[in-house]
């Protein structure tokens, strides 16, 4: 008795090969017959006919050359006769050695004799048409003529009897082919019988068990546990079905245990998502709205219910945000966002609202994408305290401007008229006095320029510049302390540079602010290169020095407002005029950063845009 599925389908199997088997060997013995007797065919009359028909073509030229002798063509003519005589001898030979049919070789025999006669005949008009030319014509149509025409005709016979012959063998393979293809279709048919009848059996066996477990699964999914397949068989079948009736009853009892925990596991974190005050939006890798809290609803103008299933674009309306979206799905990872590009502004009961975003994808261990969180924070109140902080600053430094120019009027006036007439310790006070208010004038200033370009309200006259004057300019503004402090300050602009569309001021301050701190870390004998580099539908500018550098935990936050590199030396400085270098560089829509290694130097670089 068969024990094993593997068993059941190797005998299944084998049987159907087996009859394959004799079915192969049966057609091989028969095609070996068939070509038997199509080589017979070649082998017998083919080579036979060939000669025939060459023999033929051969005497017929040899009496196209007679006649050219006949017409006063004596060279031409011989030339022809001779090369086909030669032609004829050798496809008589053949001829010859390939007798196989009855009465081929009197036939052969009489073409020799016949042809020999045609030969001599051929030779006696040459003789006679040296001789006597006249009569070359009579002897040609009374003798050569005949005997041409007899040869010809026994060639012809010659060809005819071996077709013949070359018929009935075709004849032969024909009835060898029909006898086989009629047995091969016998034999076949009973094995496709045979084959079918045990693949019906087979797949009897192998069928009606995986039904009853797919039809079980089935129920499962479906989530009914109460299911149980019949056990007939002891094979890998059986087991299977005793193995999947033990799996079905533990998932029975798993998900008695377990689904009043999975229930009570999603109300709290529906409940956490619906307490969250800031807005909390899900969807999954198709772009479409699974979950939303209420706040983000309200955020929206929307009823919860209502978005469910909804595409993003449907919800929120905003293009660039869901680029951002489609593309933390796409990477896997959250998107690289600048830092004030990461707030969007909407309109609520005609009141401007404001709300940081942050978008987060969601992936499980295998790492296949089940969606993106998206998270806005209510940002307004910030935002407002943020203008009217800037416009405290602005207020303030306006205010503070004309009380400072009446004290340092004042103070420049006692240096004047009362440093020969008060003590030494007095004129020191009174010098401090001064630099301090030098630097709470230059500290106002900023704040007021910052203030200003924070809140757009900084003019900016754009225009189309060259970068190289631009650099001339500031190189010329700051020469004379280069020279003083005995530093190399150089520049290499390229000539076929394009033009950038820019404040030409702004950006000369700019260029001024950053040599001047270049200055400041670089000792005397230092190098300062002013260099422009044309990038994609930039122009990027950098000045380099080989000073102290910067170290490494400064380098993130060198561009924050009153932020300063801590130094052996004391440089004095408000700490703004990177700030402000990166706000005029933003508002001409580009960007500044720095390379910088302790020790070796820094390298500053801003891009500015190129025109169209």
């Known amino acids: 008795m068969i024990k094993t599925l593997r068993k059941k389908i190797l005998l299944g199997y084998g049987t159907a090969l087996f009859l394959t088997v004799v079915v192969l060997i049966w057609a091989f013995i028969n095609l070996l017959n068939l070509g038997r007797a199509s080589d017979a065919i070649l082998r017998e009359n083919y080579k036979s006919i060939l000669a025939a028909e060459n023999m033929i073509d051969a005497i017929e030229r040899q009496d196209s050359a007679i006649l050219l002798l006949i017409v006063g063509y004596d060279n031409e003519g011989l030339k022809q006769f001779r090369e086909n005589e030669s032609l004829f001898l050798q496809w008589l030979s053949r001829a010859k050695d390939n007798i196989t049919v009855s009465g081929e070789d009197r036939i052969v025999t009489t073409i020799d004799s016949g042809y020999t006669s045609y030969l001599v005949n051929c030779e006696k008009l040459r003789q006679l048409s040296l001789e006597n030319p006249q009569k070359t014509g009579r002897l040609y149509h009374e003798v050569i003529l005949p005997s041409f025409k007899s040869v010809r005709n026994t060639c012809v016979r010659l060809r005819e009897i071996n077709q013949k012959a070359m018929f009935q063998a075709s004849e032969r393979a024909q009835y060898v082919a029909e006898k086989a293809i009629w047995s091969m279709i016998i034999i076949g048919m009973v094995a496709i019988a045979v ?9 009897k066996l192998l069928v009606k068990p995986l039904q009853q477990i797919m039809e079980a699964t089935q129920k499962i999914a479906k ?103 489609k593309q933390s799905a796409e990477s896997g990872k959250p998107p690289q966002i600048e830092e004030s590009k990461n707030v969007i502004s909407i309109q609520q009961n005609e009141t401007q609202h404001y709300y940081q975003f942050s978008i987060t994808p969601v992936r499980t261990k295998n790492n296949a994408m089940l969606g993106v969180v998206l998270l806005l924070r209510d940002v307004t109140k910030l935002k407002e305290l943020d203008r009217l902080k800037s416009d405290f600053v602005m207020t303030a430094s306006h205010e503070l401007r004309s009380p400072l120019t009446s004290i340092t009027m004042s103070i420049d006036l006692l240096m004047e008229k009362t440093m020969d007439k008060i003590s030494e310790k007095e004129q020191q006070l009174l010098t401090a006095a001064h630099e301090d208010l030098l630097r709470l004038k230059a500290l106002v200033a900023d704040l007021l320029d910052l203030s200003k370009i924070e809140a757009g309200k900084m003019k900016m006259d754009f225009d189309r510049v060259q970068v190289q004057k631009l650099c ?84 993130s936050k060198i561009f924050d407002k009153f932020m300063q590199a801590k130094s052996q030396k004391d440089f004095g400085g408000t700490g703004l005029g990177l700030a402000i270098c990166k706000e005029i560089v933003r508002a001409h829509g580009g960007t500044i950063w720095v390379d910088s290694i302790p020790g070796e130097g820094s390298t500053f670089t801003f891009s500015l845009p190129v025109t169209e």
């Open 195 to 203: 084959g079918l009848g045990f693949s019906l059996l087979l797949s």
């Open 223 to 325: 989530g009914s546990y109460d299911v149980e397949i019949s056990t007939d068989s002891s094979d890998e079948l059986g087991r299977l079905a005793v193995e999947f009736n033990t799996m079905a009853n533990k998932l029975k009892t798993y998900h008695d245990l377990n689904i009043e925990q999975i229930v009570a596991e999603k109300r709290k974190s529906e409940s956490i998502l619906r307490s969250i005050d800031d807005g909390i939006i899900v969807v999954d890798a198709e772009f479409k709205v699974t979950s939303i809290n209420p706040t983000a609803a309200k955020i929206l103008s929307i009823e919860p219910n209502e978005s469910q299933g909804k595409h993003f674009l449907e919800i929120v309306r905003d293009e660039q945000l869901f680029n951002y979206v």
């Open 472 to 555: 001339e300019k500031a190189v010329i503004i700051l020469k004379t302390q280069a020279e003083a402090k005995s530093v190399d300050l150089s520049m290499k602009i390229p000539e076929d540079l394009p033009d950038v569309i820019a404040d030409p001021n702004k950006i000369i301050w700019v260029l001024t602010n950053l040599i001047s701190n270049a200055f400041r870390y670089t000792n005397t004998g230092g190098h300062i290169r002013i260099s422009a580099e044309y990038i994609g539908p930039q122009i990027h500018i950098s000045i380099n020095d080989d000073g102290a550098g910067i170290p490494y935990e400064y380098q």
